[in-house]
């Protein structure tokens, strides 16, 4: 069982960046891989980005592709997800998750039933 905090979230305005953070305990980090996904009221979830344990491989939707950028420090056992140039459109509580498998290329990442643990979700607003 892995237990993960989500922090970082908070109002910005249109063209700001944030980070957010992700800190996890519960198994060895290195071992999983991380996902992040967001939610905003009215809509499906919505995966965004994932990583493998060893922080080699990484993954992004289209609509995130060059705006977000997902990092982790093993040693801290944190994830981090750097968004830059938000809009509205991203307004919308973020979650990360940890994966079974080390390596994303060994399941579907996008899919949220790959995953089995979840974080509470940190809030982003981004004001227009």
């Known amino acids: 069982q892995v237990q993960l905090v989500e922090s970082g979230g908070g109002l910005v305005q249109a063209g700001a960046s944030l980070r957010l953070s992700c800190a996890a305990s519960?198994?060895?980090?290195?071992?999983?891989?991380m996902g992040w996904f967001r939610q905003a009221p009215g809509k499906e979830r919505e995966f965004l980005s994932a990583?493998?344990?060893?922080?080699?491989?990484?993954y992004y939707v289209d609509s995130v592709k060059g705006r977000f950028t997902v990092s982790r420090d093993n040693a801290k056992n944190t994830v981090y997800l750097k968004m830059n140039s938000l809009q509205p459109e991203d307004t919308a509580v973020y979650y990360c998750t940890a994966g079974e498998e080390e390596d994303i290329k060994n399941y579907d990442c996008e899919r949220g039933d790959e995953y089995d643990n979840w974080g509470q979700g940190t809030q982003v607003t981004v004001a227009s």
């Open positions: 519960g198994r060895t980090f290195s071992d999983y891989s």
């Open positions: 990583d493998s344990g060893s922080g080699r491989s990484t």
